[in-house]
Structure formats: structure tokens, C-alpha cells
């Protein structure tokens, strides 16, 4: 059967180079289709490293001399009704956990960036490190885990004691080989070149991810105590599970009489859902977009497909009345063409392959999950645009086969 449709296709090169051509270029744009889409679900599905649920944002504000209630005070007389203010959220039941920082709460924009270099090394990350400037409990807010099982509680207390730590990747990312900062926990780090001051690494933590657009593998970040805060700090608090029904309107209420402390006010309340929509909105946006226009493509690429297949079987409609004249059945029939269009996709899938690779090389789909290639990545896609290929191609070829094979073979022939 393989040697007969082997020759059958040689036989009719001419027709089937043009309709391998059009498969090649079908089965390289349908991968590129399916590629595109299997980065934007790869990475938004990657781990985030970090967990908003229950998680709010309070601004502070600040009387102005124009206030009757201003009071003027001094530099550390803000500060600590800064963190007068965070204690007495701390003792609210419904309160979990509250933390201050500087350009470092999840879907911030605002950054602040650093770079370190291994004491008595040349291994060195400069470029994109960001650098979160937070009080301990910051990473209880929002749950960060060590690379090793530490949990929020104990990554607190290492910044307690004013060790940095690292997200994992800090060095695989910038040398595009295995280094895990897990293999540096207890070595010494000089800060941003400074030969003269450096920090210990308490621990590695797992990679903590920019937005749900953006590659855990190129979102590096070094966590560092801050004592000393200024009026523009951020103040997040984690609440309790069970108690976080109308947490916004009950904080409100409270806010003058027990969390206005000298110049400090609560001015906003913002839940990290909203901000988390608010801040990715654009990129809804796009990915939006992007999967309505891989929709039009395959929408286009499927009826083009099935045209020609429809357009080809209908064309043979005296051979298939010949092979039924001798004695063939209709699922015999239906094998045979089927067979043939099968056997010619498989035939030029091993080039769509090779182009699709140097596409994945070329970084074409990349900007969305940072690599250069990934085989896992290349070949589940070529599959899934094979298996569409083929649906395809049976669609094309089985409806029109079903039509021919039920006019009587005498009558086929003899309009022939």
C-alpha cells in the first residue's frame, strides 16, 4: 500500500509539488500560530512567586502647612509615626501581617535597581536586578518562599538580622548557565562594586516574577532591610482569610479616630485585585488582540486548506469510481486519499522542522517568555500543528469523498 502511494505521488509530481509547498508554508505559519500562543499560556502560568490574595494597599497622606492640624516635626518624629501607624495596624484581629517598602509591592512600575558581585569572585549580576527595599515582613504580605522550603517567617528573620537574599536565578539568568544562588547561601556579596562594603546572602528565594507577562527566568530581584522611612513609603497589609468580607469600609470607618496620628492620615485603600487588573490592563489588552488575530489566521487557514483538498478529491471523481468499479469499498476508497494526503504531510513536515527551528532560534516568539530555543517547546508545538494539519486535510478530503462515492461508478465514468 506505502510503495503504491509512494509512486502515485511521484507519478502526479507536479501537482503534489505545488500542494507541498503549500503545506510547508502552512505547517510553518500554523506553528508560528501555535508557538505564539504557548508563550503568552507558558508564562502566564508560570508560578508567581508571590501570592495577593487578601492583600491591600494603603496610601498614606500627609497634612500640608495649610491644615489647622499640621504640626511640624522633625525627620524621625515622621518616621515614627510611620511606624505608629503600622503597629496599630498590626494589633487589629483581622490583620495578618503589614509591611513597609520602597519600589518593591507587585504590579508597581516604580523600581529601584542594583547589582552585586561575589566577594573573592568575578561571578557578578549587573544590569536588571531590582532591588526591594523592604521592613522584614514585607515578604509575610505577600509570601515569598525560599529556594530551599524557607518559609515567609523564616526569610523574615534573616532580614531581620540585615542579610540580603536573592532570587535564584540571579546568576543563571546573567550567564545563561546553571548557577543557582542556593549554592551561595553564607558567602559575602559587594554591593553594587563597592569593594569596600558587602552583604551575606541569608538565603535564596524562589523567583519572584515582574507582572503575569514577564518570564520568571528573566525577573531577578535582591531583597534588602530598609529602617529608615520616608513619607512616600508603601504600606501593605495581608488579612486574615476568614475575616476579609468588607475590609475596606471597615478600616475607613475607623481610619480618624484610631490610625490619624500627627500628620498621617489614610487617604486610599486600594485591594491588590484591582491593582493587579489596573496595572496589566494593556497587557489584557494585547494578548487580547493577539488571540483574535491568531483566530482570523486560523479561520483563513483552514478554509484555504480544505478548499484545495475539497478542490483536488473533487477532481478525481472518475478515480475513485475506477477503484470502485474493481471492487473497492467506500472505507477503502476513503483510506486510500486520505492516506495520500497523510503520507505528503509527513513527507515535508521534517523541513517545516528545520525552518521552525531556526525561527525558535531567531527569538521570534521570545519577547514573550525570554529563551532562545526549547525543544520541549519546538516539537510540542510542530506536533500540535501537525494534528491540526491533519484534521484539516481529513475534513478536506471526507466530505467530498463521501459525495463522490455514492454516484453510481457507470454513471461517473461515462460522464468522464
Same mark, same amino acid.
Given at each position: 500500500?506505502?510503495?503504491?502511494?509512494?509512486?502515485?505521488?511521484?507519478?502526479?509530481?507536479?501537482?503534489? $509539488?505545488?500542494? @507541498?509547498?503549500? #503545506?510547508? !508554508?502552512?505547517? *510553518?505559519?500554523?506553528?508560528?500560530?501555535?508557538?505564539?500562543? %504557548?508563550?503568552?499560556?507558558?508564562?502566564?502560568?508560570?508560578?508567581?512567586?508571590?501570592?495577593?490574595?487578601?492583600?491591600?494597599?494603603?496610601?498614606?497622606?500627609?497634612?500640608?502647612?495649610?491644615?489647622?492640624?499640621?504640626?511640624?516635626?522633625?525627620?524621625?518624629?515622621?518616621?515614627?509615626?510611620?511606624?505608629?501607624?503600622?503597629?496599630?495596624?498590626?494589633?487589629?484581629?483581622?490583620?495578618?501581617?503589614?509591611?513597609?517598602?520602597?519600589?518593591?509591592?507587585?504590579?508597581?512600575?516604580?523600581?529601584?535597581?542594583?547589582?552585586?558581585?561575589?566577594?573573592?569572585?568575578? $561571578?557578578?549580576? @549587573?544590569?536588571? #536586578?531590582? !532591588?526591594?527595599? *523592604?521592613?522584614?515582613?514585607?515578604?509575610?504580605?505577600?509570601? %515569598?518562599?525560599?529556594?530551599?522550603?524557607?518559609?515567609?517567617?523564616?526569610?523574615?528573620?534573616?532580614?531581620?538580622?540585615?542579610?540580603?537574599?536573592?532570587?535564584?536565578?540571579?546568576?543563571?539568568?546573567?550567564?545563561?548557565?546553571?548557577?543557582?544562588?542556593?549554592?551561595?547561601?553564607?558567602?559575602?556579596?559587594?554591593?553594587?562594586?563597592?569593594?569596600?562594603?558587602?552583604?551575606?546572602?541569608?538565603?535564596?528565594?524562589?523567583?519572584?516574577?515582574?507582572?503575569?507577562?514577564?518570564?520568571?527566568?528573566?525577573?531577578?530581584?535582591?531583597?534588602?532591610?530598609?529602617?529608615?522611612?520616608?513619607?512616600?513609603?508603601? #504600606?501593605?497589609?495581608?488579612?486574615?482569610?476568614?475575616?476579609?468580607?468588607?475590609?475596606?469600609?471597615?478600616?475607613?470607618?475607623?481610619?480618624?479616630?484610631?490610625?490619624?496620628?500627627?500628620?498621617?492620615?489614610?487617604?486610599?485603600?486600594?485591594?491588590?485585585?484591582?491593582?493587579?487588573?489596573?496595572?496589566?490592563?494593556?497587557?489584557?489588552?494585547?494578548?487580547?488582540?493577539?488571540?483574535?488575530?491568531?483566530?482570523?489566521?486560523?479561520?483563513?487557514?483552514?478554509?484555504?486548506?480544505?478548499?484545495?483538498?475539497?478542490?483536488?478529491?473533487?477532481?478525481?471523481?472518475?478515480?475513485?469510481?475506477?477503484?470502485?468499479?474493481?471492487?473497492?469499498?467506500?472505507?477503502?476508497?476513503?483510506?486510500?486519499?486520505?492516506?495520500?494526503?497523510?503520507?505528503?504531510?509527513?513527507?515535508?513536515?521534517?523541513?517545516?522542522?528545520?525552518?521552525?527551528?531556526?525561527?525558535?532560534?531567531?527569538?521570534?516568539?521570545?519577547?514573550?517568555?525570554?529563551?532562545?530555543?526549547?525543544?520541549?517547546?519546538?516539537?510540542?508545538?510542530?506536533?500540535?500543528?501537525?494534528?491540526?494539519?491533519?484534521?484539516?486535510?481529513?475534513?478536506?478530503?471526507?466530505?467530498?469523498?463521501?459525495?463522490?462515492?455514492?454516484?453510481?461508478?457507470?454513471?461517473?465514468?461515462?460522464?468522464?
Amino acid at each position: 500500500m506505502n510503495k503504491k502511494l509512494l509512486a502515485q505521488i511521484k507519478n502526479e509530481w507536479r501537482t503534489n $509539488l505545488w500542494l @507541498g509547498i503549500e #503545506l510547508l !508554508l502552512v505547517s *510553518v505559519v500554523m506553528w508560528w500560530i501555535i508557538d505564539n500562543l %504557548y508563550c503568552i499560556g507558558a508564562t502566564y502560568f508560570e508560578p508567581r512567586g508571590f501570592n495577593v490574595d487578601h492583600c491591600y494597599l494603603i496610601e498614606m497622606g500627609h497634612l500640608t502647612e495649610k491644615s489647622p492640624d499640621f504640626q511640624e516635626k522633625p525627620y524621625q518624629e515622621k518616621m515614627d509615626d510611620i511606624l505608629e501607624l503600622v503597629n496599630r495596624l498590626r494589633q487589629r484581629p483581622e490583620i495578618e501581617a503589614v509591611s513597609l517598602s520602597q519600589n518593591s509591592y507587585p504590579y508597581n512600575g516604580s523600581n529601584s535597581w542594583t547589582s552585586i558581585r561575589l566577594v573573592g569572585d568575578t $561571578l557578578e549580576a @549587573g544590569g536588571i #536586578l531590582i !532591588l526591594r527595599n *523592604v521592613s522584614p515582613d514585607f515578604v509575610k504580605v505577600f509570601r %515569598y518562599e525560599g529556594a530551599n522550603g524557607e518559609t515567609p517567617e523564616q526569610l523574615a528573620e534573616m532580614l531581620e538580622r540585615g542579610e540580603m537574599i536573592a532570587s535564584d536565578n540571579v546568576f543563571t539568568y546573567a550567564y545563561k548557565r546553571p548557577l543557582p544562588m542556593t549554592n551561595y547561601v553564607g558567602r559575602r556579596f559587594y554591593w553594587q562594586n563597592d569593594t569596600t562594603f558587602s552583604l551575606q546572602l541569608g538565603a535564596s528565594m524562589k523567583v519572584v516574577r515582574y507582572s503575569d507577562f514577564q518570564a520568571a527566568r528573566t525577573s531577578r530581584s535582591i531583597l534588602l532591610k530598609r529602617t529608615m522611612w520616608a513619607e512616600d513609603a508603601e #504600606l501593605c497589609v495581608r488579612v486574615r482569610a476568614d475575616q476579609d468580607v468588607d475590609f475596606i469600609e471597615r478600616l475607613k470607618a475607623d481610619s480618624e479616630k484610631q490610625l490619624r496620628i500627627g500628620n498621617i492620615y489614610i487617604s486610599n485603600i486600594r485591594s491588590f485585585k484591582d491593582i493587579r487588573r489596573n496595572y496589566q490592563q494593556f497587557q489584557y489588552n494585547g494578548v487580547r488582540d493577539a488571540i483574535t488575530m491568531v483566530i482570523f489566521l486560523l479561520v483563513n487557514i483552514f478554509l484555504g486548506l480544505l478548499g484545495t483538498f475539497w478542490f483536488r478529491t473533487q477532481q478525481r471523481k472518475s478515480e475513485i469510481a475506477l477503484h470502485k468499479a474493481h471492487g473497492a469499498t467506500n472505507s477503502m476508497v476513503f483510506t486510500r486519499l486520505l492516506s495520500e494526503g497523510w503520507l505528503l504531510l509527513l513527507i515535508i513536515t521534517p523541513l517545516a522542522l528545520i525552518i521552525d527551528f531556526n525561527l525558535a532560534y531567531a527569538e521570534l516568539n521570545a519577547r514573550l517568555n525570554g529563551v532562545y530555543l526549547e525543544w520541549d517547546r519546538l516539537l510540542i508545538c510542530g506536533a500540535i500543528s501537525f494534528g491540526l494539519i491533519a484534521l484539516m486535510i481529513a475534513i478536506g478530503i471526507g466530505i467530498p469523498a463521501q459525495k463522490a462515492m455514492k454516484i453510481d461508478p457507470a454513471d461517473a465514468l461515462h460522464n468522464e
